[in-house]
């Protein structure tokens, strides 16, 4: 079975510190995506990568960066967290086929 | 204009009724249409996939799609207290990129 692993199922940080997001999957998948859920709004796509080093935005990059230096890990990088980022992550991936594969996710409460 | 659209429930269906679920989206291009079940405290996980115009049937689930009038929609069929979940309706302009979910839609199966 595939596993994507989130670091940390709930972090809580103080506003303007900097966080890290980390994922990991098993499988050698080339796309990885990291979305937030937030209740009302559903999951709303950040960054998605489709290769190593490689990056798109999703619908709501801002306040956002990402980093891919190898195959199997996608960082996702909140360089002063606020309030607003206060919300569920969850990262995916996806190899060959249709289908994503979806870690734990992170709860992140910025206080 | 959100980009897709479900309604927003929740719904409430009786043990063994049929449970109905729309998505409408805006983008025309869009190819690849995802029906994901996400129960509570979980993260989501793929059910349904569907691609052509059409019914698309998978035990007691049938997805419908009709690119004309840009709708898709998620039958459940005999819906059982295992069903209550919510259900996410995902689209993608090709079945290997991005893809942007709906808010989803809560389904009750009431025993």
């Known amino acids: 079975d595939v596993k994507v692993t989130q670091s940390s199922r709930y972090l809580v940080k103080r506003t303007g510190e900097k966080v890290f997001l980390e994922c990991v999957q098993d499988?050698?998948?080339?796309?990885m995506f990291w979305y937030r859920q937030d209740p009302g709004l559903g999951l709303r796509l950040i960054y998605f990568s489709y290769d190593v080093k490689m990056k798109e935005k999703g619908d709501i990059p801002e306040g956002y960066s990402v980093s891919r230096e190898k195959k199997e890990r996608f960082s996702l990088i909140l360089e002063s967290a606020s309030t607003n980022q206060t919300s569920m992550y969850l990262c995916?991936?996806?190899?060959?086929?249709?289908?994503?594969?979806f870690g734990s996710g992170t709860q992140l409460s910025v206080l | 204009q959100k980009e897709v659209e479900q309604n927003s429930g929740p719904l409430s269906v009786p043990e063994g009724a049929i449970a109905s679920l729309n998505c409408t989206y805006s983008?025309?291009?869009?190819?690849?249409f995802f029906w994901y079940r996400q129960y509570s405290g979980k993260s989501p996980e793929l059910i349904m996939s569907i691609y052509s115009n059409g019914d698309k049937e998978d035990g007691r689930f049938t997805a419908q799609l009709n690119k004309a009038s840009q709708y898709v929609s998620l039958l459940i069929r005999d819906s059982q207290p295992s069903d209550s979940a919510t259900y996410l309706c995902a689209v993608s302009p090709r079945v290997d990129y991005k893809l942007s979910f709906g808010a989803g839609t809560t389904v009750t199966v009431r025993a």
């Open positions: 983008d025309r291009v869009s190819q690849s």
């Open positions: 499988m050698d998948h080339e796309n």
């Open positions: 995916a991936s996806r190899g060959g086929g249709e289908k994503l594969f």
